[in-house]
Nanobody
Framework: QVQVVESGGGLVQAGGSLRLSCAAS????????MGWHRQAIGDQRELVAT???????MYADSAKGRFTISRDNAKNTVFLQMNSLKPEDTGVYYC?????????????????WGQGTQVTVSS
C-alpha cells in the first residue's frame, strides 16, 4: 500500500511564503513524476508544478517565477516552495506520485494522490 501525505499548508498574507511537503511511503519501485495540483472552490483541479524522475520541471504560467518544485529522492519527498503568494493562489493543494508500485496485483503503473492541504492567502 502506498501512502502520500502532504503538509505545510496554512494561512498567509499576500506576499508571504509557504513551503509544502509531500512524502510517499510504501512499495515504490520507480517514480516517473511527482507534483502538485491546486483546486479552488468551484474550480477544476489544475496543475501547479511537476518534476520528472529525470529532474525536468514544468510550471503553470501562474506559478512561474514564484514557485519552485524540488525533491529529495532519498526521503521520497517532494517540496513546493511558494513565494510572493497572491489571494488567487488560495485552494487545496494536492500532491501526486506517478510511477510503478508493488500492489496487491503485482507491479502496477499508477498515480497516487494525497488528501490535500489547504492554502489560504489573505489580501
Amino acid at each position: 500500500q502506498v501512502q502520500v501525505v502532504e503538509s505545510g499548508g496554512g494561512l498567509v498574507q499576500a506576499g508571504g511564503s509557504l513551503r509544502l511537503s509531500c512524502a510517499a511511503s510504501g512499495s515504490i519501485l520507480s517514480v516517473n513524476a511527482m507534483g502538485w495540483h491546486r483546486q479552488a472552490i468551484g474550480d477544476q483541479r489544475e496543475l501547479v508544478a511537476t518534476v520528472t524522475s529525470g529532474g525536468s520541471t514544468m510550471y503553470a504560467d501562474s506559478a512561474k517565477g514564484r514557485f519552485t518544485i524540488s525533491r529529495d529522492n532519498a526521503k521520497n519527498t517532494v517540496f513546493l516552495q511558494m513565494n510572493s503568494l497572491k489571494p488567487e493562489d488560495t485552494g487545496v493543494y494536492y500532491c501526486y506520485w506517478s510511477g510503478v508500485f508493488l500492489t496487491e496485483v503485482g507491479k502496477s503503473t499508477r498515480t497516487y494522490w494525497g488528501q490535500g492541504t489547504q492554502v489560504t492567502v489573505s489580501s
